[in-house]
Nanobody, 115 residues
Framework: QVQLVVSGGGLVQPGGSLRLACAAS????????MAWHRQAPGRQRELVAS???????HYAEDVKGRFTISRDIAKNTVYLQMSSLKLEDTAVYYC?????????WGQGTQVTVSS
């Protein structure tokens, strides 16, 4: 069983920045991919960014150039650095990991972008 503990999130003004962290209970080197998803009220959960084991990163079109997914293998932690935040980035953000052929989710963290 893989546990993912998410930290970060909160309230930020438009144009501001936040960093989310996702700490895994296993070595993330053993995971095929780590990712961040988000779900806004009334909308389906969507992929924001993913990071494959080989380091390849993929971003949703509307966050390219603003968000950066990264990892610290020594800390078994994946980060999502969010900059130039927009009102429409408001959502609950979830960490996701595909490890040992299973899909795992961390608890959500609320990100609210508001003036």
């Amino acid at each position: 069983q893989v546990q993912l503990v998410v930290s970060g999130g909160g309230l930020v003004q438009p144009g501001g920045s936040l960093r989310l962290a996702c700490a895994a209970s296993v070595s993330i080197s053993d995971c095929n991919a780590m990712a961040w998803h988000r779900q806004a009220p009334g909308r389906q959960r969507e992929l924001v960014a993913s990071l494959a084991r080989d380091g390849f990163a993929h971003y949703a079109e509307d966050v390219k150039g603003r968000f950066t997914i990264s990892r610290d293998i020594a800390k078994n932690t994946v980060y999502l650095q969010m900059s130039s935040l927009k009102l429409e980035d408001t959502a609950v953000y979830y960490c996701n990991a595909v490890c040992y052929f299973n899909n795992y989710w961390g608890q959500g963290t609320q990100v609210t972008v508001s003036s």
